[in-house]
C-alpha cells in the first residue's frame, strides 16, 4: 500500500482484504500477484459485490432483501459522495478506490440491478436474458477491475469487449458448477427456450436427473464458456504491467480449470461438487501468473 496513507483508509483496506480471504479463495489467491495500491482497491471493489450479495441471499423475506438492496444504494451513495453508512470500513475502503482509479459509477449501478432481478427472477426464458444477467452479475466486476488494472487506452474498445465476454465465461462456470445448489433454493440459471432445445424439463432439473439430454444441455454451455474464455483472452496482453496480467490470467485460468473438471466428469455436477483441490489451484495458478505476466501471450489459458 502506497506510502502517507490515512490510517483509517488503511484500516478500512485491511478490512477489505480479510472480507475477500474469508469468502473467495480463488479471487483472494489471483488478487495476490497485483501491487499493493491496486491490490487494495480489487479487495474494496470485490467486498463490496460480496457484502450487497451475501446481504440479499441471507435475507429472509422479500421485504428484507428488498431492505439489502436499498441499503446496498446507501453504501453506494456514501462511497460516490464522501458521506457515510454502516459498515464504515466498507464505504471508506469503496471510496478511497473509486477515487483513485476513476470507476464510474455505472458499474457498480448495473452490479446492484443484477442482485435486485434475482429478488423477482427465479427463471430466464431466453439466453438473451441469461447473458444479460451475466452481464450484470460478472462482466461489470471485469470492468471494474480494468479500471484498477490500467489497459492500453488505445485500445479501449477491445479490452472493455473482452472484459465483459470474460465475466460472461466466468459466469456461465459458475452456473454450470451450482446448477444442483440454485435448484435447491428454486432457481434455474439454464435459459427455458435451451432446455426446452434439448429436451430437459424443469423437474428434472429440480430433481437433479442426470441423463444424456442433461449431459447435452451442459456441452452446450460449456461451448459458450470456452468461445467467451477466448474472447476474454484478448485482454490480458492489454493490460498494464506484468502483474495486472498475471492476476487476470490466473483468475480466468482458475475458473477455466473449473469449466474443464465438469468437462472431464461428463458434466456430472449432482454427485458432488466440482471444486480442483486447493493445492491443485495453487500450482495452476502459478503457472497462469508466469505465462500471464508476459507481454504478448497468444494464448494464456
Known amino acids: ?20 480471504r474469508r469468502r473467495a479463495t480463488n479471487f483472494y489467491i489471483a488478487f495476490s500477484a497485483l501491487p499493493g495500491d491496486k491490490r487494495q482497491a480489487i479487495y474494496a471493489a470485490y467486498a463490496y459485490a460480496g457484502t450487497v450479495d451475501d446481504a440479499v441471499d441471507d435475507a429472509g423475506t422479500q421485504e428484507e432483501r428488498a431492505a439489502a438492496l436499498s441499503q446496498a444504494q446507501e453504501l453506494l451513495n456514501a462511497a460516490y459522495s464522501g458521506g457515510d453508512a454502516e459498515p464504515g470500513w466498507l464505504t471508506a475502503g469503496l471510496a478511497d478506490a473509486i477515487q483513485r482509479y476513476d470507476i464510474p459509477r455505472e458499474h457498480f449501478e448495473e452490479l446492484v440491478l443484477g442482485m435486485e432481478h434475482d429478488l423477482t427472477y427465479t427463471r430466464y426464458e431466453r439466453w438473451a436474458d441469461l447473458e444479460q444477467y451475466c452481464y450484470r452479475a460478472a462482466s461489470v ?57 434439448h429436451g430437459v424439463t424443469e423437474d428434472e432439473i429440480l430433481g437433479s436427473e442426470y441423463n444424456d439430454r442433461f449431459r447435452r444441455l451442459m456441452a452446450d454451455y460449456a461451448q459458450r464458456a470456452y468461445d467467451f474464455y477466448r474472447e476474454g483472452e484478448r485482454l490480458i496482453p492489454l ?19 473449473i469449466l474443464d473438471a465438469i468437462v472431464a466428469r461428463e458434466y456430472d455436477v449432482y454427485s458432488q461438487r466440482v471444486s480442483p483441490s486447493k493445492a491443485g489451484r495453487v500450482v495452476r495458478m502459478l503457472e497462469l501468473w508466469l505465462r500471464g505476466a508476459m507481454p504478448n501471450v497468444a494464448r494464456v489459458g
Open 239 to 257: 493490460l498494464d504491467g506484468p502483474r495486472s496480467r498475471a492476476c487476470c490470467n490466473g483468475l480466468q485460468g482458475v475458473y477455466r480449470m
Open 1 to 20: 500500500m502506497a506510502r502517507g496513507i490515512d490510517p483509517q483508509i488503511a484500516d478500512a483496506y485491511r478490512e477489505c482484504q480479510a472480507f475477500t
Open 141 to 197: 466486476i471485469g470492468l471494474i477491475c480494468i479500471c484498477i488494472f490500467g489497459y492500453d487506452r488505445r485500445r479501449t474498445d477491445l479490452a472493455i469487449s473482452s472484459a465483459v465476454s470474460m465475466g460472461k465465461a466466468l459466469q456461465i462456470t459458475n452456473i454450470m458448477r451450482d446448477v444442483k445448489e440454485d435448484a435447491e433454493r428454486g432457481r434455474i440459471y439454464i435459459a427455458q427456450e435451451d432446455l426446452a432445445l
